[in-house]
């Protein structure tokens, strides 16, 4: 199979979804790989690299788009690449369609199959292909609310882990999952007064034994939630609803009871943000205020520690890219239920229930496509 990997173009993204290492996996089992002049440099990773791995190098996306089987990315393909995608040809990257009817339109229209990272899943009901990620964001919330509580940046002027004589920073964070454990980690390592909030009480069961009395735990309803909110300094969005739209859980009135430069920092905002006020932003630009509240809503966060979160990712994602490439996509999906999940759009169809649901379009499941 014909692989290509082209550069990431969204604002300050600097993962790519191939690294050397892996491109050289695809390569030595019989794959042609196509890498898009310089785009490895965001980790550090030269075209000679590339070339040592054995790939071919094109100037520009179009010879990728245009003549690759694969196509292999790490976040969802901007207006300009949605438009050079044709039938017949697989897309395997982040894609977060349910809060983004326009690249769901586009998907249908251009026929691509179109294999979402985020809705994979694996035993246990786990989602693997997003869980590096989700580690990545989790910590990196933590120094990215950190950083904006500071006055300069608009927050309170707390430093989350207080100094003898002064207390710490109230942090409090909305789910138990991958985001907010990883989240809570950095929060108690810091020094932090953290509060974590969910509404399965095997999850509250899990964290409170990990966290003993260096973090507390509270259900999560609305009376709690709304408590929680009010004293906090910094608040870290993290519930997630395998993909669909997540929910709203922090209202706009509710902003008004909060501390004066307060921080959210919406790690749900790729799946359309948890907060009613969230609109995403990007590394250039990152937060703004709304009702005395710094809102930090980045849609790509892990791109900032780019290398790390690009080997991390590959971790993850090239053991199913290589039994695609090797078996063909249909057959893969067959022998495994698991890859079959992140089938998203085939052929015009759309075939993930909770993204044809939220967007109005009808759902045709993957077990008819792949019969």
């Known amino acids: 199979m014909r692989i290509g990997c082209p550069s990431e173009i969204k ?7 191939l ?42 996306p179009d010879p990728i788009f245009a003549e690759c089987e694969m196509v292999v990315k790490v976040k969802e393909p901007q207006a300009i690449e949605r438009a050079k995608l044709r039938e017949g040809q697989i897309l395997y990257t982040y ?27 694996g035993k246990g009901g786990i989602l ?25 940046h608009g927050g309170r002027g707390v430093l989350v882990g207080g100094v003898p004589g002064v207390l710490p920073g109230k942090v409090v964070v909305i789910g138990g999952g991958v985001v907010g454990f990883n989240a809570a980690q950095m929060a108690v390592g810091l020094g932090g007064d953290v509060e974590i909030l969910d509404r399965d009480p095997e999850v509250l069961e899990k964290v409170g034994t990990f966290f003993e009395a260096r973090a507390s735990t509270r259900f999560s309803n609305k009376t709690n939630l709304e408590d929680a909110v009010r004293q906090a300094d910094l ?41 009613e006020t969230s609109k ?18 980045v849609a790509n966060m ?9 080997y991390a990712l590959n971790n993850v994602t090239l053991p199913h890219a290589l039994r695609m490439a090797r078996d063909g996509w249909k057959e ?40």
């Open 11 to 17: 604002n300050h993204e600097y993962r790519v979804g």
């Open 19 to 60: 690294t050397p290492e892996s491109a050289r996996e695809l390569g030595v089992n019989g794959h042609d790989v196509w890498i898009q002049s310089g785009a490895g440099m965001g980790i550090g990773a030269t075209d000679d690299e590339y070339r040592d791995a054995g790939c071919k190098i094109v100037d520009g």
């Open 95 to 121: 894609l977060h369609l349910a809060p983004d009817p326009e690249q769901t339109a586009d998907l249908v229209k251009s026929g691509v199959t179109a294999i979402a990272y985020e809705t994979v899943t």
């Open 128 to 152: 693997p292909l997003l869980k590096p990620m989700s580690q990545v964001a989790g910590r990196m919330s933590i120094q990215a609310g950190a950083t904006a509580l500071e006055k300069a």
């Open 235 to 275: 608040v870290i969005g993290a519930v997630l609803i395998p993909g669909a739209a997540a929910p709203k859980l922090i209202s706009r009135e509710l902003l008004k009871e909060m501390k004066p430069g307060a921080v959210l920092v919406d790690v749900a905002i790729d799946q359309g943000g948890c907060f």
């Open 280 to 297: 995403a932003t990007t590394h250039a630009d990152p937060t703004y205020v709304v009702d005395d509240i710094v809102h930090y809503c």
């Open 302 to 310: 892990p791109g900032a520690v780019a290398r790390t979160s690009t």
């Open 332 to 371: 893969a999906m067959r022998r495994d239920p698991h890859l079959a999940e992140g089938l998203n759009v085939h052929e015009g169809k759309v075939t993930y229930q909770a993204v044809a649901e939220e967007l109005g379009y009808d759902f045709t499941p993957t077990s008819e496509i792949i019969a």
